[in-house]
């Protein structure tokens, strides 16, 4: 888990030199932050489980194991993407991994998730879905409809609320009124609110719901408290009329989740300051790897312009 965490950091800190150093195009959204939401999550999902992601969506992709060459190349617009430089960093998906896709629609992908869980249960297969899905997207009308019928079906989703405190650049509690959890409750849906920095909370939490869904007991849904740590996308750069520095400084220093995971790794003897130093270095080398070949890789041939559009 830890090691996922430093990949989507380091992966997140490469993007984000590539918009600044205006090599990719368009804009991305960082999910630096938030690491312990996804990997505590899908650290409790095998491959044959399902994830849909959102705009903020590359820590969901490395956390279900997508690899960096094929994230950096989509990102770049080349063939070699995993969506064949088509989709770019809101709409990467990695079918081989259970990874269902991004979707830059806010709360566009709750139908696709809830959808996904419907083909399980119908197929008598036992895989799990997860639906995430940020704060902002509870004011999306398409949220409830689709609670409704998995309450009513028992169908085997969790929907995951990452609560970074931002709906774009408006507060939380200015866009939602009364409990967010409170609305998964009014459909009868079991409900949990978790701190989202901690990765073995999260991760403990999932693996429960996970083989609970397993057995029908569906459907979920989780609140995690988190926190992104840039704007909301990289050109949201000057923050100060809708969040102060400090702030932003006491998230960093008193709860990021890859330093509070570290000491505890370190504090129990699970591994050495050399150990996980050394892990650092190599995923550093691995991403560094990945974007020179990404920056070096083609762009797809011209005459793709229209495939994928219409049905052979």
């Not at 197929?123 to 409704?148: I, K």
């Not at 849906?189 to 083989?211: C, K, M, P, S, Y």
């Not at 008193?254 to 995971?261: A, L, S, V, W, Y």
């Not at 691995?286 to 005459?303: G, I, L, N, R």
Request: with cysteine; aromatic share 8%.
């Amino acid at each position: 888990m830890y090691r996922q965490m430093v990949r989507i950091r380091t992966f997140e800190d490469n993007a984000n030199q590539l918009y600044l150093s205006a090599k990719m195009p368009g804009l991305t959204h960082m999910y630096s932050g938030e690491e312990a939401v996804a990997v505590g999550i899908c650290e409790a999902l095998t491959d044959a489980d399902r994830i849909t992601s959102t705009h903020r969506g590359h820590g969901h992709c490395v956390a279900k194991g997508a690899e960096f060459k094929a994230m950096f190349c989509e990102l770049l617009g080349k063939a070699e993407g995993y969506c064949r430089g088509k989709g770019g960093s809101m709409h990467i998906a990695d079918q081989s991994h259970g990874n269902l896709g991004a979707n830059a629609i806010v709360g566009g992908s709750m139908g696709i998730a809830t959808g996904s869980a419907l083909r399980a249960k119908l197929l008598g297969q036992d895989d799990v879905t997860v639906c995430f899905f940020g704060d902002g997207a509870t004011a999306q009308g398409l949220m409830y409809e689709v609670m409704n019928m998995a309450a009513l079906w028992k169908l085997p989703v969790i929907y995951a609320c990452e609560n970074n405190g931002y709906s774009e650049y408006t507060r939380t509690e200015e866009i939602a009124a009364g409990s967010i959890t409170a609305r998964a409750e009014a459909f009868g849906i079991e409900a949990h609110q978790v701190d989202g920095q901690d990765v073995l909370a999260v991760n403990a939490l999932t693996q429960e719901l996970v083989a609970r869904a397993r057995k029908g007991e569906g459907p979920f849904f989780l609140e995690l408290m988190t926190y992104r740590y840039h704007g909301h996308h990289v050109g949201d750069i000057n923050r100060e009329y809708y969040r102060s520095k400090s702030e932003e400084k006491d998230w960093k220093e008193n709860r990021d989740p890859i330093i509070r995971f570290r000491g505890f790794l370190v504090s129990e003897g699970i591994a050495t300051e050399d150990e996980i130093e050394a892990m650092n270095a190599e995923i550093a080398r691995d991403a560094a790897e990945a974007v020179a070949y990404a920056e070096k890789a083609p762009y797809p041939p011209a005459h793709e312009v229209d495939m994928h559009v219409f049905a052979d």
